[in-house]
Every structure is written in structure tokens, then in C-alpha cells.
T-cell receptor, first 116, second 111 residues
Framework: DARVTQTPRDKVTEMGQEVTMRCQPILGHNTVFWYRQTMMQGLELLAY????????DSGMPKDRFSAEMPDATLATLKIQPSEPRDSAVYFCASGPDRPYSYNEQFFGPGTRLTVL | QKEVEQNSGPLSVPEGAIASLNCTYSDRVSQSFFWYRQYSGKSPELIMS????GDKEDGRFTAQLNKASQYVSLLIRDSQPSDSATYLC???????????FGKGTRLHILP
């Protein structure tokens, strides 16, 4: 049963601390996306990768957020330093290698981040 | 600015009736359209994709696409309480790989 996995599922931290979220995409998928979801803003795209190369991270606050894909089985999203306004659910999604017109994405269970 | 608009709801529908969810999009060259279902506290789950004008049926779900009107809809027949969720409309264009999500419509099926 192929699915996207994310760790941790829940994270409570204090303002100023570093937070690292991890994602394992579905094996064989070559696109990986990071989203943030809040009640007010809905789903916001933070960054995405194709074949491990970052293609767009314009949705991320550059001064504190960074996203990497050290290998095909791991994507990371790091926040340093964290702030209370970063509290949200962070989703990772991956998609199969198909022409651009078939951009299906499959979501992981999410990381619920609370910054105190 | 590419946008996807949905009525936030809640949309209340009696059990057994047809639920109709609507979505409009602003990018005229959009080519791929998706409906995701998200239960409270869970992640979005892909339930329908549609790429051509017309209807696409999958079980109790029918997606309808009208590119001329820039409109996509989702019909749920024989609505069940388990269909109560938020439904997210999502759209992509050939310009990039990104999906633009609407903010979702909350659907409540009344037993």
C-alpha cells in the first residue's frame, strides 16, 4: 500500500527553536510538494521539487524556511527560528512522473506544528 | 494571479439527495482539474480528476468540466453521512507543475 509518510505527526516547540519535518514520497514519484494549511489561508504551496531539483520555493519565507531533497526517498522542511505564526499543519505530497497535464498529487498525513 | 474560487459553505444536503459542489477558475489555459476530499483533521484525498470537457463518472461521483465557462463541478449522488467533509477543487495549467487549490466547500449530509 504505497503512501506518503511524514514525521513527526505532531510537534510542539517554543518560539526560536529549530523545527525539521521529514517526508518520504511514494516510491517512483518524481515530484514532491510542501504545503501549509491554516483555517484562514487554506492550502498554501511552500515549495516543490522535480527529480530532487527545487523548482519553486516562492511561497516560503526565505529568511527562516528551507526545503531540501537529499535523496529520492527523503524531503525535509526546516524552520529556523520558529515563530508562533508558523503554527499550522504542514503537508507533503508527491506525484508520479507523467506529462504536465496529469499533475495528480497524493498527500501525506501531515505534521501539526504548534509554536508557543 | 491565478485563482480558484469555491463557496465555503457549509452546504447542507439531506441523506440520499444529490450534493452539487461548484468551482470556478481564472486561468483560461488550465488543463487538469481535481477534486480532493478532506475529513476534519485528515489530509486531502484525491477522489476525481478530469481533463476534458464533459462529464466523468466514478461510482456515486460525477465531475463536470466546462472550459469555456471556466467552471468545474462535482456531483455526489445518494449522499451519505460519510460524505460529510470539505471538498477542495484544484487546478493546474501547462505553465508549471503547481496545483492551485480553492479554499474548499464544507459539505454536511443530514441523516
Amino acid at each position: 500500500d504505497a503512501r506518503v509518510t511524514q514525521t513527526p505527526r505532531d510537534k510542539v516547540t517554543e518560539m526560536g527553536q529549530e523545527v525539521t519535518m521529514r517526508c518520504q514520497p511514494i516510491l517512483g514519484h518524481n515530484t514532491v510538494f510542501w504545503y501549509r494549511q491554516t483555517m484562514m489561508q487554506g492550502l498554501e504551496l511552500l515549495a516543490y521539487f522535480r527529480n530532487r531539483a527545487p523548482l519553486d520555493d516562492s511561497g516560503m519565507p526565505k529568511d527562516r524556511f528551507s526545503a531540501e531533497m537529499p535523496d529520492a526517498t527523503l524531503a525535509t522542511l526546516k524552520i529556523q527560528p520558529s515563530e508562533p505564526r508558523d503554527s499550522a499543519v504542514y503537508f507533503c505530497a508527491s506525484g508520479p512522473d507523467r506529462p504536465y497535464s496529469y499533475n495528480e498529487q497524493f498527500f501525506g498525513p501531515g505534521t501539526r506544528l504548534t509554536v508557543l | 494571479q491565478k485563482e480558484v474560487e469555491q463557496n465555503s459553505g457549509p452546504l447542507s444536503v439531506p441523506e440520499g439527495a444529490i450534493a452539487s459542489l461548484n468551482c470556478t477558475y481564472s486561468d483560461r489555459v488550465s488543463q487538469s482539474f481535481f477534486w480532493y476530499r478532506q475529513y476534519s483533521g485528515k489530509s486531502p484525498e484525491l477522489i476525481m480528476s478530469i481533463y476534458s470537457n464533459g462529464d466523468k463518472e466514478d461510482g456515486r461521483f460525477t465531475a463536470q468540466l466546462n472550459k469555456a465557462s471556466q467552471y468545474v463541478s462535482l456531483l455526489i449522488r445518494d449522499s451519505q453521512p460519510s460524505d460529510s467533509a470539505t471538498y477542495l477543487c484544484a487546478v493546474t495549467s501547462p505553465r508549471d507543475d503547481k496545483i492551485i487549490f480553492g479554499k474548499g466547500t464544507r459539505l454536511h449530509i443530514l441523516p
